[in-house]
């Protein structure tokens, strides 16, 4: 059963983007949902999905919450070669469709702030990673994601639980994405901006 949180208030950020947003982007913006279900191992809601309202959603057994996209944006942050990051360990994945794709969202907010859309035509992330201490090569795949990540390197191996304060969105090929579950620690190839999602939920 899916509840839609629609009281929710706006973010400071989300005010800002949609001010500067054309009516069709504001339109656009608004038709986004982020997915909550609660956490396996406490009472917290964690990001299991991106839902749009156009779509046809799928009923699940599980409990979920979905909260405006407006809701849950707390802006962009910059990522360099200095911001190694990992990716988040049993994240959602992404549709990889130009619609209610994270990948898609991205585009949205990209073209809404005036930030340059190739940067999410190709993946982010070096080919030098590193896994348990030793440095291995991953080759990029072709296709794109709006991938799930963090700068919070503590947290490999964790759920999405009350340490992912804050989750962020970076474009990764389907290979870097591939690696999620296994520690790996990436690096920036180039420098463009990660939107920032509330991560979790204590209360909705």
């Known amino acids: 059963m899916i509840h839609f949180m629609e009281k929710l208030g706006e973010t400071k950020d989300a005010e800002e983007l949609?001010?500067?947003?054309?009516?069709?982007?504001?339109?656009l913006l608004k038709k986004y949902y982020v997915l909550y279900k609660r956490n396996d191992i406490n009472d917290n809601w964690r990001i299991s999905g991106l839902f749009r309202k156009d779509d046809v959603f799928n009923e699940e057994k599980e409990e979920m919450v979905a909260a405006p996209f407006t809701s849950v944006y707390n802006g962009?942050?910059?990522?360099?070669?200095?911001?190694?990051f990992i990716n988040v360990f049993n994240s959602t994945g992404d549709q990889n469709t130009e619609g209610g794709s994270w990948i898609g969202l991205m585009k949205i907010v990209y073209r809404v702030n005036g930030y340059d859309l190739n940067k999410l035509m190709q993946c982010c992330?070096?080919?030098?990673?590193?896994r348990n201490g030793n440095q291995?090569?991953?080759?990029?795949?072709?296709?794109?994601?709006?991938?799930h990540i963090t700068d919070q390197l503590n947290m490999i191996g964790h759920e999405l639980a009350p340490g992912y304060e804050y989750v962020y969105l970076l474009p990764l090929c389907s290979s870097h994405n591939h690696y999620a579950n296994y520690n790996i620690i990436m690096t920036p190839n180039t420098v463009l901006y990660a939107i920032k999602l509330a991560g979790y939920k204590q209360i909705i």
């Open 136 to 147: 291995e090569y991953i080759d990029c795949g072709t296709s794109i994601v709006g991938a």
């Open 125 to 130: 992330a070096q080919k030098a990673v590193i």
């Open 76 to 84: 962009t942050s910059i990522f360099d070669s200095s911001r190694q």
């Open 18 to 27: 949609l001010a500067k947003a054309s009516s069709e982007d504001v339109e």
